[in-house]
């Protein structure tokens, strides 16, 4: 496995983990641009739409567009990997909470 191969499981996690704790399971790609940042997963925005892009088509996300505006809601799947309940090859398995 790559380095980008792992970075990408590990921004996918990081999204979903990030949706899973807002408000609604909801947040925006600008917002998700910058947790990631925090989180030490820099990415571009770029980066961020195709990785909502992904999600979305394998069902851990919806996402309305309005423009260059995209709001992201995690599905009941993208909660249940976002707390480790369960798994999927192409996103990073959370460590156990403390």
């Not at 970075?7 to 909801?26: N, P, Q």
């Not at 917002?31 to 979305?56: M, N, Y």
Request: glycine share 6%.
């Amino acid at each position: 496995m790559s380095y980008e191969d792992t970075v990408r499981k590990h921004r996918r996690l990081a999204i979903l983990r990030h949706l899973e704790a807002c408000t609604d399971y909801t947040s925006n790609a600008s917002i998700l641009t910058d947790v990631l940042d925090h989180v030490g997963v820099a990415s571009t925005r770029s980066q961020v739409i195709t990785e909502l892009q992904w999600l979305k088509e394998n069902g851990f996300i919806t996402t309305q567009v309005n423009g260059d505006f995209v709001v992201a809601t995690a599905t009941l799947n993208g909660v249940e990997i976002a707390r480790g309940r369960s798994t999927h090859p192409e996103i990073q398995r959370p460590s156990p909470r403390a």
